[in-house]
């Protein structure tokens, strides 16, 4: 595809159960982020990937958040017994590499409401 | 991590252009300034970046202040499409490259 494609666009889930959210970067692209996005705030970072590896998980907020990118394409963000607070709008981002002269690329979202 | 400050808000009129402004007291040497912004309903879009000198795209105009603590993002004819929230991010060229998003300037254009 020609960008970031994230699926699926919307999730409602029950208090407790367990999500997956899904993330195809642009082809390529070794660099890929996640981030949470609450109405009126601007994008909270969660995890970025340099390839395989997560390079930086200081932004997931506890250990219910886990994401995982096994073959440095496809990213999946894992979410355990969700709260109603976890409700929020999941971007993720790809870009070609990490430094500073990069552009990212962000896909459309993934609404997840916790009901 | 190193912050930025923007207005919560601003207004223009259609075909007039728009300066943006941001601060970034403890940017460090290495850090480029990157704008993006986001359209509603969308995820964030890619506007600008420089490091020292003044830029131009088919987008806008970053204008960087010599010291670099702060810059300007200039729209020069704002359209209704450009209504949108513009965030002013810091990215490092070492270390962590995630970027930091404060809580943007939301850009209300007046037909």
């Known amino acids: 595809g020609a960008g970031v494609s994230q699926t699926p666009s919307n999730k409602v889930t029950e208090k407790g159960k367990y999500v997956e959210l899904r993330c195809d970067p642009i082809?390529?692209?070794?660099?890929l982020y996640w981030y949470r996005q609450s109405l009126g705030q601007g994008p909270e970072f969660l995890i970025y990937?340099?390839?395989?590896?997560?390079?930086?998980d200081s932004g997931l907020p506890n250990d219910r958040f886990f994401a995982v990118r096994p073959e440095g394409s496809v990213s999946t963000l894992k979410i355990q017994r969700t709260e109603r607070g976890d409700s929020a709008v999941y971007l993720c981002?790809?870009?070609?590499?990490?430094?500073?002269?990069?552009?990212?690329?962000f896909g459309q979202g993934t609404r997840l409401t916790v009901v | 991590d190193a912050k930025t400050t923007q207005p919560n808000s601003m207004e223009s009129n259609e075909e007039e252009p728009v300066h943006l402004p941001c601060n970034h007291s403890?940017?460090?040497?290495?850090?480029?300034i990157h704008w993006y912004r986001q359209l509603p309903s969308q995820g964030p879009e890619y506007v600008i970046h420089?490091?020292?000198s003044n830029v131009n795209n088919r987008m806008a105009s970053l204008a960087i202040a010599e010291d670099r603590k702060s810059s300007t993002l200039i729209l020069h004819r704002a359209t209704l499409r450009d209504a949108a929230v513009y965030y002013c991010?810091?990215?490092?060229?070492?270390?962590?490259?995630?970027?930091?998003f404060g809580t943007g300037t939301r850009l209300k254009v007046l037909a």
């Open positions: 981002a790809s870009s070609t590499q990490t430094g500073g002269i990069t552009e990212a690329f």
């Open positions: 082809s390529g692209h070794t660099a």
């Open positions: 990937f340099q390839g395989t590896g997560a390079a930086d």
């Open positions: 403890t940017i460090s040497g290495t850090d480029y």
């Open positions: 420089g490091l020292t």
């Open positions: 991010i810091l990215r490092r060229t070492s270390g962590t490259y995630k970027y930091i």
